[in-house]
């Protein structure tokens, strides 16, 4: 069984920036490919970001590029997103969700996901 704990979510003006992280218990992290997603109200939920250890490949979402990068630490069992630039539109329960694979998936793909961690940008 696999639990994943994310932090690091706030309020945060436009143009600012944030770091959440999400923590994994279970073995195998190494072999996991790692999502992040997200899901304002009224919307589906939706991929921002991907990092398969496996093919050494990290996606984004186009309406991320170049603003958040996702990243990992193995030895801490830790994935990160650090989010720049942050706009209104961002605004979202964020997600950290996990499966056993070699490619990145939507999110039926996904075996674990965390609890959520509020992000909100204002204006």
């Known amino acids: 069984q696999v639990q994943l704990v994310e932090s690091g979510g706030g309020v945060v003006q436009a143009g600012g920036s944030l770091r959440l992280s999400c923590a994994a218990s279970?073995?195998?992290?190494?072999?996991?490919?790692m999502g992040w997603f997200r899901q304002a109200p009224g919307k589906e939920r939706e991929g921002v970001s991907c990092d398969s250890s496996s093919t050494g490949t990290t996606n984004y979402a186009d309406s991320v590029k170049g603003r958040f990068t996702m990243s990992r630490d193995n030895a801490k069992n830790t994935v990160y997103l650090q989010m720049n630039s942050l706009k209104p539109e961002d605004t979202a329960v964020y997600y950290c969700?996990?499966?056993?694979?070699?490619?990145?998936?939507?999110?039926?793909?996904?075996?674990?996901w965390g609890q959520g961690t509020q992000v909100t940008v204002s204006s």
């Open positions: 279970g073995r195998g992290f190494s072999n996991f490919v």
């Open positions: 969700a996990a499966q056993y694979s070699y490619y990145c998936t939507g999110p039926s793909g996904y075996e674990y």
